[in-house]
């Protein structure tokens, strides 16, 4: 088991940057693989980024690539992904989520937080 707690969000104009962090608990936190998803407001949850175990692998949905970026400190049990260069679009509510297999599909993921939301001012 693993529980995960997102923060960061806030409102950002278009152009700037966030910092999201999500805190883990469970000695086991360095065996899973962790990952972002969003939902829009009026969409379904979508894939944002995800990390391997190690660190040492890392993949993004294409609207992100180059502007988000996905780390994590294992020593401290955390996940960021900082943001730049935010857009309208990128407003969300952002879900961390953790899972055993490297993947972009939700399914694969067994634990979430509760989310934080983002908004982008245009």
């Known amino acids: 088991q693993v529980q995960l707690v997102e923060s960061g969000g806030g409102l950002v104009q278009a152009g700037g940057s966030l910092r999201l962090s999500c805190a883990a608990s469970g000695r086991t936190f360095s065996t899973y693989v962790m990952g972002w998803f969003r939902q829009p407001p009026g969409k379904e949850r979508e894939f944002v980024a995800t990390i391997s175990a190690s660190g040492i692998s890392t993949y993004y949905t294409d609207s992100v690539k180059g502007r988000f970026t996905i780390s994590r400190d294992n020593a401290k049990n955390t996940v960021l992904l900082q943001m730049n260069s935010l857009k309208p679009e990128d407003t969300a509510v952002y879900y961390c989520?953790?899972?055993?297999?490297?993947?972009?599909?939700?399914?694969?993921?067994?634990?979430w937080g509760q989310g934080t939301q983002v908004t982008v001012s245009s």
């Open positions: 989520a953790a899972g055993s297999v490297f993947s972009a599909s939700s399914g694969r993921y067994n634990f």
